[in-house]
Structures are given as C-alpha cells and as structure tokens.
C-alpha cells in the first residue's frame, strides 16, 4: 500500500546493504543507469518498490531530483516524515542540494534523521552501502526537503502548509515528556496531539472536519504511524545527533588548518592549535607549541612557495565528550602545477580537545607520508581518489 509508511518501512529493509563498488549496484542497474553515485537511485528504488513512484521523481540526479518537486510547488527548507532530503550548499557544482539526497524518516527542532544509499556510516556522500544518519538542523549542508503527495497526506514542519488549500493543520503542545526539545519526534498512533514545530497536511478533499477526535485524525493519517523506535534508539539516535555536530566542528577545523597552509599564513595555522598543541610534518619535524609552530611556519613560507593541499576526511570519532580524532588522506599540488604530485600523498591524523568556551583545538596533529611500501596498486589508487577530489574542487 503506498504512502510514507510503507516508503519507510522499505528503506529500512535496506540498511546496511553492502555496496559493491566493483559493479554499478542494484539501485542503479534496474533502470538500466551507470551507478557510479546511486543515492538518488536508492530513493526512486524505494519509492518503486513501496508503491509510491508516482510521489517521487525518477532520476540518478540528486539536482534533477531537487527541481523535480519544485517545479511542482513541493519543495520546503523545512522537514516532513517521509520527504526526500537534498544536501549541498548553493556552492556546489551541480547547484543546491546536488551533492547527496536521501529519506527523512523523523525530526525535531533540531535535527533531522535520514537512511540514504551510497554513504557510510559518518553521512558522507559516496560510501559504502544503506545507512541511518542523524544531521543537525538548521544546516547549510543540509539544503531542502522534497514533500511527496501522499495519498493519506504529510507531517511537517513546514508552517506555510497550514494554510494550503484542502488541508488541515493541528498545532498543539503536547506533554513535555512526550516531545522533549532534544528528543527525535516520531509520530505515534495515540490521542497526544502534534508537537507545536509539526503539522498534519491531508490530502487534497481530505481536511479533517471540525469536531472530529485526535485520535481518529491520527489514525486517519497513518503517515505518522511510522513504528516508533525502542528507548535503546533514541538513545543512539541522540548520540548520533550529538557526534555529528562533532563531527563537523572537527572537519571544520581541519579545512581551516589546510586553508592558512595552503594561504601561506603561518598565524592562521597556529591558531587552530591549543597552546601546548604538538605537530609532526611530513619529514618528521616535530614542533611544540602554539608559538614554536607559527615561528616554523613563518619560516618555511619565507624561504619558498609551498605546495597546496588536496584533503579528503574518511573518519571523525569522538573519543569522548570533548576530544575526537580525525583520519584524513591529503596530496599536494606543487606550485605553479595542476595536478598532484603523487610522492607527496600522506595520511593525516588528528586529535582535538573542546575548550571550556567551546571552541575546538588540535592537541596533536601528524602527517605521515603515503609510500605503501610494496603495494604500488593501493598508492596509485590513492592518488586517482585524490584527483577526484582535485577535480570537484576546480
């Protein structure tokens, strides 16, 4: 039977759905297209497979996916339970909300939780199978929200949908135990109304008529029946939400670190360092010292040009409430070149600590070099990766 529960109850059938990256997967080989990024392939999968591809747009292109539902007057920053989420920013190359797309199957005032294919388990785009992923919300990376027409209609959070034609709307304050402000939200069949940031939009001819029970315009909306999880998933669903605003605060840090070497401003990389932080450069220099490491600074890019990072973050993990480690894969483009220097990749690793007024520092950060001694296979491997990244950053 179509409609959001069904949608949802499909895309979680699919989590953890390994990908092969040696072929074009499932998703993308049943319409015959190439599979090389299948997120958007992923969502017109379910949608076929749970009886709503007439709701959704049928397309490997997260950006044709985005004009889809505006072109039809469908398209909100606000979530729904059952609407296709875009990500990406108006800098992206393929424009807002190009870089990723995936199922919004529950939100709160402040995030947003999402299974989507081809991505990991950190929510990058281009990973490694079917996943659930908390993102915080209001985001810039975290683009629209593309509203289905479903046959029983739409949870949102969306207030201009209230007055829409041929809809009804509940706006009420539950109990505080039952919608927490840190809490995800999912809708439950039970007389509790909304919580006060949702509203109920039926379909067109279907507006709930005056008088009528919550509880029978809840069941008359199974939309918000979306099988509410255990307590042991709110809590890993609050964790996640937690971590990946840890997450981006880490990376942050680090593309700011990359973005004062590759300037040539000795302050600006120190200043990403606690005051007794530590580095050790790609020749094994060892520096100690938010001040030491800005005088090395400022000396090496007196005495030449230097080369400019290319970076990719493969993983952010907390390692506590206030510390987090981050991998990442760099290469450099020599000055004056365009393409890398395949003898300089490195792997880079670091540790930073939350301060007490909440800003992130590196405590520790290393660059080790990427010689993969006798697998030349995995370093060229490597710098096709790298070159992937040079190329979507030009």
């Known amino acids: ?15 953890d759905h390994p990908d092969d990256l040696s072929r074009a997967d499932r998703f993308a080989r049943e319409p015959g297209r190439p599979g090389r990024s299948w997120c958007a392939d992923f969502v017109a999968a379910v949608a076929r497979e749970s009886g709503n591809a007439a709701s959704f747009p049928d397309t490997d292109s997260c950006a044709v996916g985005r004009g889809w539902f505006a072109d ?14 875009f990500f990406g920013g108006p800098g992206h190359p393929y424009g807002p909300g190009g870089a ?4 919004c199957i529950a939100y709160t005032r402040s995030t947003v939780t999402v299974i989507a294919g081809n991505t990991d ?20 990376f975290v683009d629209s929200f593309g509203y289905p027409a ?42 509790q109304a909304l919580p006060a940031c949702c ?7 279907g507006p709930r008529r005056a008088g009528t029970s919550r509880a029978h315009a809840t069941a008359a909306h199974p939309a918000a029946d979306t099988s509410a999880p255990t307590s042991d998933d709110r809590l890993r669903t609050a964790r996640d939400g937690h971590n990946e605003g840890m997450s981006e605060d880490v990376a942050g840090l680090y593309r700011a670190l990359l973005d004062g070497w590759n300037r040539g401003d000795a302050g600006a990389f120190a200043a990403c360092f606690a005051d007794h932080g530590s580095m050790v450069g790609f020749d094994g220099s060892t520096v100690g010292g938010r001040p030491s490491i800005e005088r090395h600074l400022a000396a090496v890019f007196a005495d030449h040009r230097t080369a400019a990072y290319v970076a990719r973050v493969d993983e952010t993990r907390p390692l506590g409430p ?15 070149a365009s393409d890398l220097n395949p003898a ?7 540790l930073a600590r939350r301060s007490t007024g909440g800003d992130w520092r590196i405590e520790h950060f290393q660059t080790t070099p990427a010689a993969f001694h006798g697998r030349p296979e995995e370093s060229a491997q490597l710098t096709r990766e790298l070159r992937e990244v040079l190329r979507g950053r030009g």
Do not use: K
Not at 121 to 140: E, K, L
Not at 199 to 205: D, N, T
């Open 199 to 205: 509203c109920r939009v039926p379909p067109p001819g």
């Open 150 to 191: 479903y046959p029983e209609g739409l949870v949102c959070a969306d207030a201009a949908w209230r007055g829409r034609p041929g809809s009804s709307t509940s706006r009420c304050r539950p109990p505080r135990r039952t919608c927490p402000t840190r809490r995800p939200w999912w809708p439950r069949r039970s007389r």
């Open 322 to 336: 206030d510390t987090a480690l981050l991998r990442a894969v760099a290469g450099m483009v020599p000055p004056g």
């Open 121 to 140: 388990r950190g929510g990058s785009p281009g990973g490694d199978g079917v996943h659930r992923r908390v993102h915080r919300r209001p985001s810039a």
């Open 344 to 350: 300089l990749n490195a792997v880079q690793s670091l």
């Open 100 to 103: 990723h797309t995936g199922l």
């Open 1 to 15: 039977m179509a409609g959001a529960r069904s949608m949802i109850q499909n895309a979680r059938s699919h989590l």
């Open 72 to 85: 039809r007057g469908r398209l909100s920053r606000h979530p729904a339970v059952g609407a296709q989420v």
